[in-house]
């Protein structure tokens, strides 16, 4: 069974970068048909996609915070990460990974997420 | 903001037929999936490529996809299905867009 357990500091202090890490098990991360994704969901509400990497290391981001993401993929650890600058209490939110599925034909969907980590921002 | 609409909420009685719309331009033309989140836990795949149930999904789950909506569809809704439900597809400049969420309540 495929697991995703997300990593990292629970509290992170306005205008800091936020970095968190997710490790994945039952599944290597070299598939060629998945994308290793973050998504945020603040308190009360809904889900944001903030971006995802694939294996060869090709990144897309949410244009509302390209400027501020960089997500990566060690293939020997099996894990990716997530690095968000200069945050701020906006920027507090559940994080989860996910992995997203994605064929030549078309179809894509997100199969497996983790349990979420919630990221606190205050000084 | 998102450019897939949903409704804010949804009550239904228990045993009746819940529908919950996503609403985008050209929807239709892409697939959509939906996504189940209860309180405290992470979303769970309901329906891909606009009909499929994933293993494991009850058959009450059903989805279609025409013109600029995606409808979730919940035959003989239970209490156990009362939680947010998400649909997802993409946009022009974005791979991976979630509507705003629907609240579904089983009254």
């Known amino acids: 069974q495929v697991q995703l357990q997300e990593s990292g500091p629970g509290l992170v202090k306005p205008s800091q970068t936020l970095s968190l890490t997710c490790t994945v098990s039952?599944?290597?991360?070299?598939?060629?048909?998945?994308?290793w994704s973050w998504i945020r969901q603040p308190a009360g509400k809904g889900l944001e996609w903030i971006g995802r990497?694939?294996?060869?290391?090709?990144?897309n981001y949410n244009p509302s915070l390209r400027s501020r993401v960089t997500i990566s993929v060690d293939t020997s650890k099996n894990q990716f990460s997530l690095k968000l600058s200069s945050v701020t209490a906006a920027d507090t939110a559940v994080y989860y990974c996910?992995?997203?599925?994605?064929?030549?034909?078309?179809?894509?969907?997100?199969?497996?997420w983790g349990q979420g980590t919630l990221v606190t921002v205050s000084s | 903001s998102s450019d897939l609409t949903q409704p804010p909420s949804v009550s239904v009685s228990p045993g009746q037929t819940a529908s919950i719309t996503c609403s985008g331009d050209r929807l239709g033309d892409k697939y959509a999936c939906w996504y189940q989140q209860k309180p405290g836990q992470s979303p769970i795949l309901v329906i891909y490529?606009?009909?499929k149930r994933p293993s494991g999904i009850p058959e009450r789950f059903s989805g279609s996809n025409s013109g600029n909506t995606a409808t979730l569809t919940i035959s003989g809704t239970q209490a156990m299905d009362e939680a947010d439900y998400y649909c997802q597809a993409w946009d022009t400049f974005t791979p991976v867009v979630f509507g705003g969420g629907t609240k579904l309540t089983v009254l």
């Open positions: 990497v694939y294996i060869s290391g090709n990144t």
């Open positions: 490529q606009d009909t």
């Open positions: 039952g599944d290597s991360i070299n598939n060629a048909n998945h994308y």
């Open positions: 996910a992995r997203y599925y994605y064929d030549s034909d078309g179809i894509y969907y997100f199969d497996f």
